[in-house]
């Protein structure tokens, strides 16, 4: 089983970047799936999660209306678009994989938001 995080990096603040999950190992269809996300010193906390058919998302607060969660359950990735991003967005960003009582995490990827 993988989860494998990429598109993270420095990015100005204002700018937008894409970050994607791809999964391998079991059936990306049949989890619902989110991101997470872990600043420094502070608590892993949820961004945005989507349901298994793709049908159903939802956010943390700080992101609505500037980041969008997406799945292709036939390229087994979800993404994460994220725009007008501050630099409080700066953290770990985690994908995670949930069926029941089955969860999958990836080793994340950083995306620092600076100037």
């Known amino acids: 089983v993988q989860l494998v995080e990429s598109g993270g990096g420095l990015v100005q603040p204002g700018g937008s970047r894409r970050l994607s999950c791809a999964a391998s190992?079991?059936?990306?269809?049949?989890?619902?799936m989110s991101w997470y996300r872990q600043a420094p010193g502070k608590e892993r906390e949820l961004v945005a999660g989507i349901s298994s058919t793709g049908r159903t998302t939802n956010y943390a607060d700080s992101v609505k209306g500037r980041f969008t969660i997406s799945r292709d359950n036939a390229e087994n990735t979800v993404y994460l678009q994220m725009s007008s991003l501050k630099p409080e967005d700066t953290a770990v960003y985690y994908c995670?994989?949930?069926?029941?009582?089955?969860?999958?995490w990836g080793k994340g990827t950083l995306v620092t938001v600076s100037s």
């Open positions: 995670r994989g949930v069926m029941r009582e089955t969860i999958y």
């Open positions: 190992g079991f059936t990306f269809s049949s989890y619902a």
